[in-house]
């Protein structure tokens, strides 16, 4: 038996977040501050928890992570009209820049990711990846 595909993934994980940590260091942010701004570029105006689900980290994490990015001018918060007590996360032109300076970059890390790999390759892989996470998705399997 090879080399087990929970470990394979961890460590792709790790390295992607590396190089990325690298590629964000000039603009101040983290890798996870850069996944929850590209996740609020794609759903802007989503609540606190949505966006700590979206974001793969808890809603500490994720409270600590708003205030540092609304102290950098890169998100704003505002009431939510459905209710009085939300908050609603949204990105600020700041934002919204810092995400396009780094889009092409970020995308070339991607396909440096993938240099290996034929185009038909990165698609199974990409099927395979969605398939892998629905699976685990689904509510009340254990394990």
Do not use: C
Not at 44 to 63: C, E, K
Not at 68 to 74: C, I, N, Y
């Amino acid at each position: 038996m090879g080399t087990s595909l929970l470990y394979l993934l961890k460590r792709t994980e790790l390295a992607v977040r590396a190089r990325l940590e690298e590629l964000l260091k000039p603009a101040g942010i983290t890798a996870l501050q850069y996944t929850a701004l590209t996740v609020l570029e794609r759903h802007d105006g989503i609540s606190a928890a949505q966006l700590a689900r979206d974001s793969f980290v808890t809603a500490q994490s994720m409270a600590d992570m708003v205030r540092a990015l609304e102290g950098r001018g890169l998100i704003r918060r505002e009431p939510n009209p459905a209710n009085r007590r939300e908050r609603l996360i949204a990105l600020t032109e700041q934002g919204r820049a810092l995400l396009a300076e780094y889009a092409e970059p970020a995308r070339h890390l991607e396909e440096r990711m993938v240099a290996g790999l034929s185009d038909e390759e990165v698609g199974v892989l990409r099927e395979a990846l969605v398939g892998a996470w629905r699976s685990l998705s689904r509510p009340g399997q254990p394990g």
